[in-house]
Structures are given as C-alpha cells and as structure tokens.
C-alpha cells in the first residue's frame, strides 16, 4: 500500500498537477493579500486595540476576510481533488497502465487505498498550506479567531472535502470513462454548490414563505447528493464560534451576508457525510474488486 | 507444486456483445512453449487476462502451478507483457522496473543488481534514465519485457510481444524467449507473428470466436505433408499417368502452372516419405525424357495451417 501511495505523491509531482496548483496559489495569496488590505484599511494596524467597537470592526472584517478567502480555497481544494482522481481507474485501465501492474502479487484492495491514501494526504497536505496562508494574511490586515480548538475543527471540516470527493471520484472511475466521470464530479459538485447558494439567497429573501420550503427541500436533496457546501458552512460556523458569540452582533450585518450564518448544518449531518465517505469507498473498493481489466 | 504449469478447464467469459471465450480448457506443461493462436477478435486476450488474474471468469476453473488464477500465489509466479499497455509516463524506464521490483516484494539490493543487467538484456541500456514519455512503442514494448523477466517468473505470459519490434528487436526477443525456454520457463506465448510460435513452441492451439478450433504439436503440423515440388521440362500429360502407374504416388500438376515458362516446363509436387524416393523419382522422370530443373522440398507453414483452419468459417466460428 505504501509503495502506491509513493507512487502516487511521484504521479502528482510529476505531472505537475501539485506544483502549478501551488504557483497558482501563490498567485491567489498574493491577490489575497491586496484584498485583506484594502478592506482591513478601515481600522487601526497592531495589536492594540483602544476601544469595543474597534474590536467588533476588526472581528467583523476578519470574517469578511476569512470567508472570502476560505470560499475560494474550498474551490481551489475541490478541484484539486477531483482532477487529481477523477481519472484514477478507467483512465488507467483505457490507457493499458493498470494491465501492466496488476498482475503484480498485489491484492487489489491495496492498490485501490494504496491510490486513496496519496490523493488523500496530498490533498489534505496542501488544504493544510491554504488554510495556515489564509489565516496569517488575514491576521496582518484584521482580527482572526484565537481559540485553538475552533481553529483545529475548522480545519478538519475545511479539509474534510479532499477525502469526500476523492472518494466519490474514484468511485465514478469504477463506473465512468475518464472523460465522462469528470463531467460528472464536476456536476455533482456544481450541484451541490448552487444548492448551498440558493439556501444562502433564499434564506435572506424569502423568509416564512412557502416557497422557502420548497427550496429548503430541493437544497436540501442537493445537500445530501453533494455535502461539500454543507461542510463548508459549518467550518466556516466553527471558525468564528457562532454558537458562543449568539447574540454579541448582529448577523444580519451586510459584512456577514456572506456567510449565512442562519442554515449551519447540524452534528448529525456531519455525521451523516462520514458515513456517506464510508460507503462511497467501500461500494468504490467493491467496484475495483470486481472490475474487469 | 503440481506438474500441469497451467491448467484450465471450461474458462468462460461471456461479454454483453456475444465475445469472449467459451469453455476453453487446454494443460501446459512446465517448461513447455505453447503458442496461442487465432484472428482478431478471438478472444485470445480475453483467455490470458483470465490466466493472469485482470479478468474474472463468468465460469470454470484455472490453476498456475496448482495455484488458483488470480491468487496471490499464482500472481508472484509469473510475468506478463500486455498487447495493450502503457507505463507510467512520469517516470523513467528504470523507475517503472524498481516500481515492478517493490510490488514483487525484490529486496533493494537484489533490484540495484538486477535492474541494470534487465535493462541491457532488452536493449534499453542507458536510456533508463528517461522518462517513459520519450520513449518509442519499441522502447516501451522492451521496458514491458524487462518489467516482465524482472522476478524470474515460472510462466510468462507474453501477448504479441514484438508487434511493435524492428526486425533486430524481433530477433532479440526471440533470442531472450529461447533462452528462457532453455531455462525451463513455461512459455504462453499469444502471437500473431506465427513465425515466431514456429521457432519456439512447443504445442500450439487455434482459437477462433471464442472456442478451440484445432491444437496439437507444432511439429506434427509442420511435419503432416512433407510435399516435393519438381521444375520438369519436356512434360506430357502421358508421362504423369505413367509416373502415378509406375510408382502409386500421386505425382500432380502443381497449382503453380503459371509459373512454366511454357507449355512443355511445369511443377510438378507430390507427398514423398523420404528423400530416396526424390532420387528415384528423378531417375524414372529422366528416363522419360523429362528435364529436371529444379528440386525443392515444401513445408507446410503454419500460416497455411493457420488459413486452412480459419478459412470457410463465418463471423461466428461456424462452418458455412
């Protein structure tokens, strides 16, 4: 498994799939960088603070800032992830590579972790480097949160979505070309993504009706498909430790619109997408297991 | 270890579109050479990706060795060049080897050793060190044959294995086979160069949409009709009715008349037993007057034998 896995990080460094998503990065962090400036302008620079409402302001900014940044990484690492694995069987099985290796005495339960396991650490790896970036850029231009625990929990959320859509890309693999399962991964996640945005949208403009029901279940449905926003909101929920903070501002803030703090999904759907990872991967590894080569 | 090298019996794969292999059961001795032969599309590749574990059977049973196909067991003893493969393009010849080394469990210092004696042995030398994406479909087709020797296999399981190859690298890959065979490797070897299972094998089977047509030794077929062929002038037809009469063979016009320069200047071709009887054969043709240009003894090809069998079937292996 560990010699897969190996081969696998040399796959992705070679190919350059990590080192051009880490210059393009670079370059996001940069442009971050400009952007955390110009909106963190409004309040005094250091770390002193001489009054509450400067404090409220700079937290206020930091969430901004924070959310903006974290929205794009959640992209960044998401397609990384998909683009990394979308191809991880059928590719290999259509271009003859698998043929070469697997009569190898290696079990196929171990080539198929063997592959997860070096998507998964790379990926998690480098949402790792993203997530530290984005807190220290943050941190020179605004207030960013301290608590050591949130911080840790929204990074296991942020970075939950690198094993989510690794395994539901190698599962589609089993089943789809190459071609064919990246369209749909990257459907799959699309719809997931408009269902987080019709719930932030509909949420704000249609309060109490019954149309706003209809929409709580449709994007519900996609949530369940695609729990990828859902994980997003809640990291970004536990980032600023909302449940603490009830009451201390105003959520309906234009600062804070962003960040739809009304819908962060609950413990058991956090649950329920460890489990839906779970059987992504085992049905996937059923697959694998039986797949003709 | 059992004596069989492989072992199938009834090996099916049935496939949506009516291919594959139906009940397809041959024995190969260890140490043997068997030649797999057939058209495109006969489910050739389907029976060796069974044999090697890539695909599973709809039905039947295999064994390598005794060990189950597809076992771990039976896996560690073999190697395998695919017809379709590619190797991993981001690495270099030499990295796809050690990557082949680690997966068969070959210690460090016995793949440092072996690696660069492989890589000379199929000719790819120095251009280990560049990455696979340089390489040519010889190249890659050399680098499969490395990665398939690499753990000294028991059975190699080699599908069209110079397809790709110059005719110097065809002569060197046969040169390598024949040195494994002297090795007492068992050979699987599914070509549709058949010059190549003439030279090597030992016992050959013709499969044909999916089922066994015909098997048997190589050289009993190569051997079946030992036939003479004789460029004779100053021929009549008499003199062939004379020559059958007086030696009860069946002496015959060869198809080949429009070879004769002219009416009179034919071959002639007959099944001889032995070279004594071309001599008195000669001596009864010059006593009739007959001309005696030319001798020449006409083995059947496999590709004949291969045409024979094939020709006169449908697209479905059935005899029209």
Known sequence: MRIIMGMTWKELLRKRVMVLTLIMTAVFLIGFWF?????????????SISSGEELLIRFANGVFILTFGFFFGAFVIAFLAIFSSFSAISGEAEQGVMQALLPRPIP??????????????????????????ILLITQAHAAIPRDGLALFKSFLLFSSIVPLLITISMLGSGFFS??????????????????GMIDKVSSSLLSGTEALKTLNNMTGIMSLLMPVDGLQRRMTAELFSINEMNGMFNASNNLFELVNF??????TFIIYAIFYTLLAFLIGLYRFQRKDL | MSTAAIEAKSLTKEYDNGRGCRDVSITVGKGEAFG??????????????????LIHPSSGTGTLFGHK??????????????????YQEWLTGEEVVRLHARLCGMQCSVADQRIPQLLDEV???KRGRDRVKHYSKGMQQRLGLACALLNEPAIMFLDEPSS????????????ILQKLKEKGVTIFLNSHLLEDVEVLCDRMALLNNGVILRHGKVSEVLNKRMSWRFKVGGYAPILLSWLNDQTGLQIRVSSHTEESIDSSTVWLEAELESEEQVGWLNTLMVEQGMTLYEVSRQQERLEEWFMNAVSGLNHRGEQE
Request: charged share 10%; no cysteine.
């Open chain 2, 164 to 175: 790709a190859l110059d005719p110097i690298g065809r002569q060197e890959v046969r040169r």
């Open chain 2, 123 to 125: 000719g790819i030398g």
């Open chain 1, 108 to 133: 196929r339960w171990k080539w198929y972790t063997g592959r997860w396991l070096g998507y998964v650490t790379l990926g998690i790896g480098y949402a790792l480097i993203l997530f530290i970036s």
């Open chain 1, 35 to 47: 952007i955390a400036g110009t909106i963190g302008q409004n309040t005094s620079h250091g770390s």
């Open chain 1, 178 to 195: 190459a071609l064919g399962n990246g369209v749909f991964m990257t459907m799959l996640y699309g719809a997931g993504w408009l269902g």
């Open chain 1, 262 to 267: 009304n819908s962060v999904p609950s413990n």
């Open chain 2, 36 to 53: 797999f032969l057939g058209p495109n599309g006969a489910g050739k590749s389907t029976f060796v990706k069974m044999l090697v574990g």
């Open chain 2, 69 to 86: 196909i597809g076992s771990l067991e039976a896996k560690s003893l073999i190697g395998y060049l695919p017809e379709l493969y590619r």
